[in-house]
């Protein structure tokens, strides 16, 4: 919370208002260290408590003004507080913060593994009290976070990006469905509709890949730093999806199955019949659109090419057979 | 510059705050708004000074009553910000929940909600409260919102204003504007939601805030209207991505495949009476784990339980019975 260029007059009192009742409680605080607890920089509680010295129960009279001592303020850097009694306690919180604080902790109690569930709830029924039961005091916002949002892997390329550091990863390339390792310069992060990919130099490959966050498996921030630090991020938004050989593939998608529209690089749709819709695909991997597929079923069809759409038949007999065989139990 | 504001505000609310009586508007100009001389001029400016001024120390958390300021005559409006109620109760936090508070102050990627957080927090620190998210080892989810509407949007569920935004629905191909009294907002699956009462419809809807096209505007009063008592974002927010009751899978999967079962397995064991085959362990919705089920067709077989073995079951016998439609025209 350091002054920034959005820092408006109800910013300033807000800070005010909760950094007095911390000076009363302690008679004298050294500058650094109320900086320190507020997390912020000396100047801009300096420049807060100037303002403070404006301030006071009777503006104009001098002898009601609130007192704050310049002198040590100025000379030993101690502030010394007086005749504010009256803001010995902070304001209660707002709706929005008691919303955004109380909901920012619901959503770190659905993420947290189940060893640290327990403080957070802890914490979380507190400040719940605090904001008045739900609905009196909370304002309606809800987040079920996704597993990319709660992801232990995003910090650490973030951290690897800002100190200029290479990356191990574990990486699940469902094409094959295998796991590898390889070591990546991090150029950047890019959302692409919903999904977020890491750009990179991977050392591996000796080429420019780009990965899906959500299917980094593990990231470790290595101490090496990247070969090429002025190298920057690829425009992500197009190309670089099309540089493997590929196929254009016809589906047919039942409303159950439209999201697929959304959700992956549609080059064409057009209606087709009984409320489905049939789009193209440029597809790099047979085994990746046959799994597509299976995961849809029996929601989406292959038009085209046909012997796309009879390895799909067959692969879902072949399941089925696991099943109807007899060395499964039913 | 801010500054004069600042000191403005300081001034009123502590002007206000704790008076035994309602302070009239009169009073009220005369100390805090010297600058707006009387006349019809200096009326207006001064009303609406006055009224951002209590909306911005509404929005710091402070309580403001509105009474009669004469104790015989009720035609004169009167002001006070009762100390109890608009001071924050006392709370102890142990340090491992003042931890976790810390952590919570990283949650939001977006400014205003990351700003009242903040704000929240600065409250307790005014406590006394000692912050340091460092002693837990938490990584706290990150939760963006990218969207244009999403600013405007909070503040009008903040604020109960009416706005008006063009939609742009999947099934349409032009916007349609759409007058909404917007409750409040819900994430699911990586989107953003707002839930409220559509005016022209006369009912209750959920937009899909990536799909407002153009400007939020807000129009009319605050507090134009009630948000209806249960309403449950939460709820709407479950329905939007419908998390069903989970199952414990047991799941017969191929050594060397199935990587996307493997990664959420409670346990893997590899079968004595079927080589090459483990026995995987998972816990989910039913249609989540079917899909991942389906996904790898005929390297995942279900065991049980039987509900789930049901609904592969039929969703493969669905694909297999349907003709190849591969000669059809496109």
Known sequence: MTAQAGDTAPDQVARLLALVPYLLAHGEVRLDDAAAHFGTDADQIERDLRLLFMTGVSPGLPGDLIEVDLEALEGDRIIRVDNADYLARPVRFSPAEATSLVVALRTMVEAAPSEAREVIARTLTKLEEAAGQDGEGLLRLHVAPTRLETSAVVPVLESALAHGHQVEITYHVPSRDQESRRVVDP???????????????????????AFRVDRILAATELDTPVADPGARARDLTGGWFTDAETTTVTLRLAPQ???????????????????????????????????LLLRLAPHATILSPPHYARAFTDSARAALRLYEGDHVDS | MAQPRAERLMNLHILLLGAKRFIGKDAIRDAIYPEHPRGAAGDEAFERAFERDKDALRQIGAVIEVGSADAFFDDEIGYRIPTEQTSLPEIRFESDEAAVLGLAAQVWQQATLAKATGRALAKLKGQGVEIDPTRLEVVAPAITADEPAFEPLWDAVGKRRQVTFPYQRASETQPTTRKVQPWGLARSSGRW??????????????????????????????????????????????????????????????????????RRAESVTALDDAPGWDLVVVEGPVHEISDEVLTNGADAVVDGPQSLREDVVARLRAVAASAVPAEEAR
Request: hydrophobic letters at 35%; proline letters at 5%.
């Open chain 1, 257 to 291: 199955a439209r999201w697929v529209v959304e959700y992956y690089d549609v080059t064409d749709q057009r209606p087709g019949p009984d409320g489905t819709v049939d789009v193209d695909l440029e597809v790099a991997s047979e085994q990746w659109i046959q799994s």
């Open chain 2, 193 to 262: 939601y707002v839930v409220g009462f559509d005016v022209d419809r006369g009912a209750e809807r959920v937009f899909r805030l990536s799909r407002i096209v153009g400007p939020v505007r807000a129009s009319g009063k605050s507090g134009a209207y009630e948000v209806p008592a249960g309403t449950d974002v939460r709820a709407v927010a479950r329905r939007l991505s419908p998390s069903y009751p989970s199952v414990r899978a047991e799941i017969r999967v191929r050594q060397g495949t199935g990587v996307g079962l493997r």
């Open chain 1, 187 to 209: 150029r950047g992060l890019a959302r692409v509709e919903d999904l977020v990919y890491l750009d990179a130099w991977c050392h591996t490959a000796q080429g420019d890949r």
